[in-house]
């Protein structure tokens, strides 16, 4: 839509070419060494993901981005979009990630948000003997269970230890030594023993999610921000927000908010058409465009939340607006094994398999390879 609607501003033809999205990062690595990539690609902001941002920069298969697009990289996460100085990416807008929470069917059921997590754990008892559960999981899906961990961590790692990624990849730290880890997981434990994931979370799919937060059946799961928005926009009545998970006793709330895609240019690309893809970013950095990209995507300004933030995100704001989030953790890994071994880990533990020693190791393993 937006590529349309700048073609009409400008007269510049743009010809989008879809992937799909289990083969994105494979397709797009073979195109670009293989010298017939896009002009203009989107890709993960750092180096944990599949379709990650940084190793290609490294491999000098991008192109440097000017400083429309550099002043779009959020404060602190400047590790994540460039090297030696330089930005690869441009970042399209901040997605917040921690509980997705539906107010009508926690207030149906006479729960209201736990000031702690030990509040939250001891009304999963009585949620669970009315045939309802406190959280909704896709247990068989391994990146579900792993965004839990992530969104938990928000409190119990980053918010006292926001660069403990860079101490991981010093050395100076360990997944298995880390006490915030530790307590990630055993929180995760502890919630299984108390019932409050649904029945056959261990089991269950991405379906059981849209279910569980449409009909009300389950007051929480834990999505990306954006996909509360969609699901709000798919179901009529539906007014699912995103809530930080709370704290441990004595804890602030605090939250992981970043941006999941960044725009990047093919230094193999002609220099006009790298001209002109430097033109469309630099469009895409004005205000009103960003702004109209947030309202399709669903997310919160790569600035800010604003006047126009959507009311999925209204009761992050404060945290947003005080800086009191970090990117998603995974985004700064050294490569997507580490978080594959944090999520079936997870998986693992919510199935009664494992223990939390075994999945932290099983981490540093991935990290150190």
Do not use: H
Request: hydrophobic residues 40%.
């Amino acid at each position: 839509m937006l590529a349309e609607q700048y073609s009409e501003e400008t007269g510049v033809q743009i010809e989008t070419q879809p992937l799909p999205p289990d083969s994105y990062g494979l397709t797009i690595r073979t195109q670009l060494q293989g010298g017939n990539a896009p002009d203009l690609m989107m890709f993960s902001p750092g180096a944990g993901q599949a379709n990650a941002v940084l190793p290609l920069a490294e491999a000098n298969l991008l192109e440097p981005l000017g400083e429309e697009s550099a002043a779009l990289v959020p404060e602190g996460s400047e590790s994540l979009y460039g090297i030696d100085g330089e930005v690869y990416a441009q970042p399209t807008n901040l997605i917040p990630v921690g509980m997705t929470w539906n107010p009508t069917a926690a207030s149906d059921a006479g729960v209201e948000i736990p000031e702690n997590s030990d509040g939250l754990i001891d009304a999963c008892g009585p949620l669970a003997d009315e045939g309802k559960s406190m959280f909704v999981v896709a247990g068989s899906v391994p990146p579900n269970p792993g965004l839990m961990a992530m969104a938990i961590s928000a409190t119990r790692v980053y918010a006292e230890t926001p660069d403990w990624n860079e101490q991981r990849a010093a050395g100076d730290v360990s997944f298995a030594d880390s006490e915030g880890w530790q307590e990630t997981l055993q929180t995760v434990v502890d919630m299984n023993e108390a019932g409050c994931f649904q029945q056959g979370a261990a089991g269950a799919g991405f379906d059981a999610i849209t279910q569980g937060m449409t009909q009300g059946t389950s007051l929480g799961g834990f999505l990306p921000g954006s996909a509360a928005n969609e699901l709000n926009n798919a179901t009529p009545g539906l007014a699912l927000e995103v809530q930080p998970f709370p704290p441990a006793e004595g804890g602030e709330p605090y939250l992981l908010a970043s941006s999941n895609y960044a725009l990047s240019i093919n230094a193999a690309a002609e220099d006009p058409q790298k001209q002109a893809a430097q033109e469309f970013l630099a469009w895409m950095a004005e205000p009103e465009n960003a702004a109209r990209f947030t309202e399709i995507q669903g997310g919160v300004a790569i600035t800010g939340p604003d006047e126009n933030l959507n009311p999925v995100f209204e009761p992050v704001r404060e945290l947003l607006e005080s800086g009191s989030y970090a990117p998603l953790p995974n985004l700064s890994w050294p490569n997507p094994g580490v978080y594959d071994a944090l999520a079936t880990g997870v998986q693992g533990l919510i199935a009664g398999q494992g223990d939390i020693d075994s999945v932290l190791q099983g981490v540093d393993q991935a990290w150190d390879q």
